[in-house]
């Protein structure tokens, strides 16, 4: 059954309405009529099953008939700081990092990234970012879209812990692999924050720099991977580890 977005705050209304590009893909792409039946997401964990009203080009009403609380999300709470790439390789990260089940997601701009982000377009990326992260979790059965943040600072970004208390840097630099980073865990974490670097990896004054701010280092084995398969496999292993992908 074919999965769309709604607006927590249209549930409270007594004819919920579906806008915007769902509504396109609703009348005109999937060409669907009154009484058929879809699922609805709201974004904030719950699914709702729905039947179609009224349609028009730019809105579709519906009757919420029943309501779910399903359990696709993992117990991991990851939070990737990504070293930012270029503009198509984050957005293919962003759609299979929300597949994966990634909560929340930080561009960082650090020393060695070739792209420069703090443009006019920002604004319009990190909407672009929203937007593949959502039409992903319809994709893959979530019901939360991972936060996405404007890009930050190298050093806003290891200040920004949030409820991490595992905080892990991958440095190529680093010979210990990541198991037995873990190891000096004690207990399951409430929440990890994990840093990638760019095509040209951190510095290691960065590394320094994360390390003072509690960060510990790992890394992925003895081959060199590009930025973003490092990124897709190791957070593969955190949710394995720590998550629901086992």
Known sequence: MRRFFIDPSELLKEKPVIEGQDAHHITSVFRLKPGDQILLVDGTGFEYMARLVSLSKNQVFVAVMEKYAVLTESPAKISVGQGYLKDKKMDMLIRHLTEIGIARWMPVLTEYAIPQ????????????WRSIAREAVKQCGRTLVPEIISPVSFAEAVKSNGDADLKIIFYENEARPLDKTLSLKAAPPSGILVLFGPEGGFSTKEVELAIAA???????????????TASIAACALIQHIFGDMR
């Open 117 to 128: 982000p703090f443009t006019k377009k920002n604004d319009a990326r990190v909407e672009r």
């Open 214 to 228: 509690g960060f510990v280092t790992a890394s992925l084995g003895p081959r060199i991977l590009r930025a973003e």
